[in-house]
């Protein structure tokens, strides 16, 4: 319930405050909710000025994030848009910067992830330009996983370990965690060896479980259990899965899906039929999350599961 009786401009300065403490954790309803009500009573002002303006952007911001987080992918697209529009042309600035970095995130969180390059390169130019620190590491670090993404791997991992360099430095957490949750898979992607990877995620998950940062150990623990499972270390791998699953179902409902999946996948390696088909069962009454890298994971579960008996159409549907 919204019980606070500050004044408007505080109110709007605490709703930006908690969408920094929330990012992490995952409470994207709450994080709606508050931008909207924090809009609200900004909004209707007679004085408003130009830090208001800025404000009310950011507000905006934090809107279109939680909102695509919720899974409302065009709820948050058209208001990061209809901010982007209310500022208007004009020289470069901080606001501007952030809108076209978290609407450049939509895009290679959402796809078409070549529709986020564009955008986060302007984030980044924009960014330098009036020496916001804060918002160049972060759509660096997106523009590196966007590009990854696409398959220049060499580049995206530059891009991803420098701004974690720039996050230490500035003692950033957030973006620290995210590094953790990015750069490992990206590195593997690039083929590089998975065991320092490890040693990597599991140092973010310990960071992430001390911090109640519920989302990060989701995303961690499925990272660890993938990489573990390469490596042959099944048993572990069972154990990082469940926390994922167990974290997606208190922090992360859109990644629910996606957990389930991966540890159905684990269980038929480890010849768990029944425990596979449970989880199996189970995802098929979820929707997928956005991400344009989780969309196989069903169709790898289905194949998986038709694989003993149909192994023709499981190898089809792999092949589409």
């Known amino acids: ?3 606070t009786e500050l004044p408007v401009r505080d109110i709007a300065a605490l709703a930006l405050e908690f969408d920094e403490i929330a990012f992490m954790v995952g409470s994207q309803p709450d994080q709606v909710a508050f931008a909207q009500r924090a809009l609200e009573a900004l909004e209707p002002l007679p004085d408003l000025g130009h830090d208001d303006e800025a404000t009310i952007a950011l507000l905006r911001n934090m809107k279109g994030s939680a909102l695509f987080h919720a899974g409302d992918i065009d709820g948050s697209r058209s208001t990061l848009a209809d901010a982007l529009q209310a500022l208007g042309e004009g020289p470069p600035s901080s606001v501007r910067a952030k809108l076209k970095a978290t609407l450049g995130w939509t895009f290679w969180r959402g796809g078409p992830v070549e529709e986020a390059v564009p955008l986060l390169e ?3 130019a924009e960014a330098e330009a009036v020496e916001d620190a804060r918002t160049l590491r972060w759509a660096s670090h997106e523009l590196g996983v966007a590009l990854g993404m696409l398959g220049d791997n060499d580049a995206a991992v530059q891009r991803v370990e420098e701004s974690l360099r720039l996050a ?8 620290v965690m995210r ?3 990015n750069l490992p898979a990206m590195r593997s992607a690039r083929g590089d060896d998975i065991r320092p990877l490890v040693e990597m995620a599991i140092e973010g998950i310990e ?7 519920g989302s990060a150990v989701c995303w961690l623990a499925g990272n660890i259990a993938g990489f573990l499972s390469e490596l042959g270390r099944l048993d572990e791998a069972l154990d990082y899965a469940d926390e994922a699953v167990v974290a997606a179902e208190a922090h992360v409902p859109g990644n629910l899906a996606m957990t389930l999946s991966d540890r159905a996948s684990l269980h038929r390696l480890r010849g768990e039929v029944e425990a596979a088909k449970r989880d199996e069962e189970r995802m098929a009454q979820l929707p997928l999350a956005l991400e344009p890298q989780v969309k196989t994971h069903h169709i790898f579960a289905l194949a998986a599961e038709r694989w003993a008996t149909q192994p023709r ?6 092949a589409e």
């Not at 230490?168 to 973006?175: F, S, Y």
């Open 1 to 3: 319930a919204w019980k």
């Open 122 to 124: 302007e984030a980044v």
């Open 168 to 175: 230490r430095e500035a003692g950033d957490p957030n973006l």
């Open 179 to 181: 590094c953790y949750i």
């Open 207 to 213: 960071h992430a479980r001390r911090g109640a940062a």
């Open 313 to 318: 159409e499981a190898m089809a549907e792999l």
